[in-house]
């Protein structure tokens, strides 16, 4: 089945000069290796086996929006001033985490709120893994930014574990964003049964291939 259907959020074409609730410059978080990445990795490795999928999300940073590590101003994982900043000029990963935190906001994920509910967050999750599909399989449109850090794109590192996963031809980047919301729509997860129309097609094939290549590596 061709994934390229999932439709995709316009590329952000604009920048701000700031992203950060102190209005402070952006600390190179569009610049390359300026993410926050291994460190991540390192925790999804080291929980699989007792699985706490959300673990990496609080460590990792890429672009200004992925992961809660970025702490954008406007989105759900900011603090502070509520205010829209763009996501890394021409960086569609960016762009899919922008609108994912858009819809959690929408669903009352701000600042200070409760966590959502299962059947108000996994209708963000769904359509935010389909959007990283059709990067990942769009030919050209996955990005090469280099924005975690550069440890994660050491030879034999990290990058080349994670771009093995999967179907073949996704980058690291992609894996590594997906895989923390994949964990919700395999086995047990709080969001099987949650997913729409994408999760029979696209998410439960992909996300059960990844989960359980990542299940391998971590128990070895």
Do not use: W
Not at 28 to 51: M, P, R
Not at 185 to 195: H, I, P, S, T
């Amino acid at each position: 089945m061709n994934l390229s259907f999932v439709l995709f959020s316009a590329i952000v074409v604009t920048a701000s000069a700031n992203c950060n609730p102190n209005g402070q410059p952006n600390n190179g978080q569009c610049e390359e290796y300026g993410g926050q990445c291994s460190k991540a990795v390192d925790i999804f490795f080291n929980q699989f086996g007792n699985v706490n999928s959300q673990a990496p999300q609080f460590v990792l940073s890429y672009g200004r929006y992925c992961g809660a590590a970025t702490k954008c101003p406007g989105s759900n994982n900011g603090k502070g001033n509520v205010q829209e900043v763009e996501a890394c000029v021409g960086n569609p990963l960016d762009a899919a985490c922008k609108e994912h935190d858009s819809c959690l906001d929408g669903k009352g994920n701000s600042p200070g709120s409760d966590v959502l509910d299962p059947d108000e967050s996994c209708p963000c999750h769904a359509p935010f893994l389909g959007s990283l599909l059709a990067v990942a399989l769009t030919p050209g449109l996955a990005p090469d930014d280099k924005l975690c850090d550069e440890d994660f794109y050491l030879p034999g590192g990290y990058a080349s574990l994670l771009s093995s996963l999967g179907p073949g031809g996704i980058s690291a980047e992609v894996i590594l964003l997906a895989a923390p919301f994949c964990t919700l729509f395999v086995g047990e997860g709080d969001c099987v049964g949650l997913g729409g129309e994408l999760e029979a097609a696209v998410l439960t094939p992909f996300c059960t291939q990844l989960v359980g290549q990542l299940n391998m590596l971590g128990n070895q």
